[in-house]
């Protein structure tokens, strides 16, 4: 599918942004129809059915958080990439537990924006069940033969570190916050410090320079990113 078969609805109630982000993907070659309220989204959507929704969470009237849960009750499973403050991490948090795929924060650059979008709608987009291996870098990962490979070196992972790194490989590109992956593989009661010294070994393990990692990056305040290269 090429961008100019992409509908994406921009939901934002600031007229600069609805501008900016108009004219900043109508050069990627996406159509873009815009919204400033609930309302008229909820209009939209069943009017043009979007295939990709960027949504400000600080919306008049119904706010985003509840125009997001509303859609995902009705089984609406468009890809919706949040828009937000940078300071307002509880807020992307509960946005990401309520179905959002991913989340930019202002300011943010276009192409930090259109490299979300694309990983949304490959998401969407692409055939149903895992690929038996992945690739990114120098790192491989077998998910049927569950074998770990950094430049064509087999590395040994506990059980627990093996779940983390699938879980991550399975929505590779995609922000997983502490409490969705902690709730895949422990359970809701897990203390997050669990998980960062799991991640933290992991890292070890994968990473030419741990403190630097390329492949698992930290989203403060959120949870973890698989970087796809």
Do not use: C
């Not at 959507?45 to 859609?71: A, C, F, I, N």
């Not at 087999?154 to 779940?163: A, F, G």
């Not at 422990?186 to 992991?202: A, E, H, K, N, P």
């Amino acid at each position: 599918m090429t961008n100019s078969n992409v509908r994406i609805l921009v939901v934002d109630d600031e007229p600069p942004i609805r501008k900016l982000l108009r004219v900043g993907l109508g050069s990627q070659g996406y159509a873009v129809s815009e919204a400033p309220n609930a309302k008229l989204a909820i209009e939209l959507m069943e009017q043009e059915k979007p295939d990709l929704v960027l949504l400000d969470l600080g919306l008049p009237g119904m706010g985003g958080h509840d125009l997001l849960r509303k859609w995902r009750e009705e089984g609406v499973d468009v890809p919706v990439v949040i828009l937000s403050s940078r300071t307002d991490e509880a807020g992307i948090v509960s946005a990401l537990e309520l179905g959002a795929d991913d989340y930019v924060t202002k300011p943010f650059g276009m192409n930090e924006l259109v490299a979300r979008i694309r990983v949304a709608l490959r998401h969407k987009f692409q055939q149903q069940g895992e690929k038996p291996i992945f690739q990114s870098g120098d790192l491989s990962v077998d998910l049927v033969k569950r074998v770990v490979k950094v430049e064509d070196r087999e590395v040994k992972l506990s059980p627990k570190e093996y779940d983390i790194l699938r879980i991550l490989v399975q929505h590779a590109g995609k922000v997983l916050t502490h409490h969705f992956i902690l709730k895949q593989i422990w359970d809701d009661s897990t203390d997050v410090q669990y998980l960062r010294v799991y991640v933290r070994q992991l890292r070890q393990k994968i990473e030419k320079t741990p403190d630097q990692p390329r492949y698992i990056t930290t989203e403060t305040g959120v949870g973890y990113r698989l970087r796809v290269e």
